[in-house]
């Protein structure tokens, strides 16, 4: 939102990743796997692939932007509710002239979940943890329920940012109030094995390139790795990614050569080699029309900002 301090306990919340894409930050504690956050999208373009096993609401307060999660590619707005199930994959890049100022919370479906055989556990929060069953992605104005599911949202945020005494028995029953509102809204989709799989096949060859990137990586090599044919391989990754595959692998080094441009005093041709790139002048090229900028420039610039 307006005037934030990234610096505050909540800052902008952009994910740190393992080699399989999942995210490393944790979301609360053991006792209470909840963290709430406040931030705007001003300080990066975009938010790359990643999961989590925790779901996540956010609301938008104020931009616009473009969200993926897994082969659904939503255009954001203020007002606009973005829902991200356990494990799907997503990424966000905001309008740069119009960023992005958002309020999410991420929290594990453990928080919720009760005995075997009770009801709630059986037929609601066991297929969300599973993956049968997912809540749609996005909810906006004039949406069935929106002005109940915003309002159960700001009070979740805020019940958990103020942590008032007991606050965490009224964070129970909000988020349950939160999916009674969805669920009677119908709100709430079946998937299928072969979303699952395919899903599974994406992630797979996301965390190979991200194992493998230095290295000389063919398309042929990689769809191989998902037992799906190259041709079906290819319009399925670009569907969960919404980028070919050489474009991933491109942009996947770029964003390692911009760590090691900041962090690092490597010659410029040093770093095109170690991020998988076999010509200094392509890299160069490639970077260039990426950031319209040349990597010593971004380098001058990144080192002054500091």
Known sequence: MPGTDISEKNPLHVSEVDDNLKELSPHGSFELPVETYTGDCEIFHA?????????????????????????????????????????????????????????????????????????????VVSPLMENR???????????????????????????????????????KMLFFDFFYEMLTKHYIIPVSTEQNKSLAAVKEVLDHISLHYQENLTVSELSGLSNYSEYYFMKLFRQYTGKTLVEYINDFRMEKAKYLLTHSDAPVTEIAMNVGFNSTSYFIKKFQQANEVSPHRYRKSMRQSV
């Open 47 to 123: 938010l790359y692939d990643h999961w989590h096993s925790e779901m996540e609401i956010m609301y938008i307060e104020k931009g616009s932007g473009f969200a993926r999660l897994n082969r659904e590619s939503i255009r954001l707005k203020k007002g606009d509710i973005l829902i991200v199930n356990c494990g799907v994959l997503h990424s966000m890049r905001t309008d740069l002239n119009n960023p992005l100022y958002y309020k999410s919370v991420v929290f594990g479906l453990g928080f919720l979940a009760g005995q075997p055989g009770d009801i709630c556990q059986e037929c």
């Open 133 to 171: 069953a997912e809540f749609c992605h996005h909810i906006e104005e004039g949406d069935s329920g929106y002005e109940k599911l915003k309002e159960i949202f700001m009070e979740i945020h805020t019940c958990h940012t103020e942590k008032k005494p007991y606050f965490y028995v009224k964070l």
